[in-house]
């Protein structure tokens, strides 16, 4: 059952682009609690297109739980990104990486 959309606490769980396609939004990815590793556009657990603006999910977010083994590997190279570019960056930079290593620390520590 959907909710009015003048609700607030109405979340749309699907966007619909001008080619007809249903994208899953934040919201519902954030819901669901792991990733699927069908490089959603939204994804707030791998950040598949190297946006710099992308937002990681809350730690409380991230579920328990078993997922593909395309999932881990990808969890697994960004964690090794963030620790190579650590060593290189500048202050502002570091803390930045920081965040991200402990973000896919979570993702491994809940799904491996």
């Known amino acids: 059952m959907s909710l009015p959309a003048d ?28 990733c699927c590793a069908n490089r959603c556009r939204n994804c707030p657990y791998i950040n598949w297109r190297a946006n710099p603006t992308w937002q990681h999910a809350p730690s409380q977010a991230v579920r328990r739980a078993t997922v593909i083994p395309k999932a ?19 202050e502002d930079e570091q803390t930045y990486h920081g965040e991200m290593l402990g973000h896919y620390r979570v993702l491994l520590e809940r799904w491996g």
């Open 7 to 34: 609700q607030p606490e109405a979340q749309v769980d699907w966007e619909v682009t001008p080619e007809g396609l249903y994208i899953a939004t934040r919201h519902f990815l954030l819901r669901r609690g792991y």
């Open 72 to 90: 881990l590997a990808a969890a697994r190279a960004a964690l090794a990104h963030h620790e190579q570019a650590l060593h290189t960056a500048s």
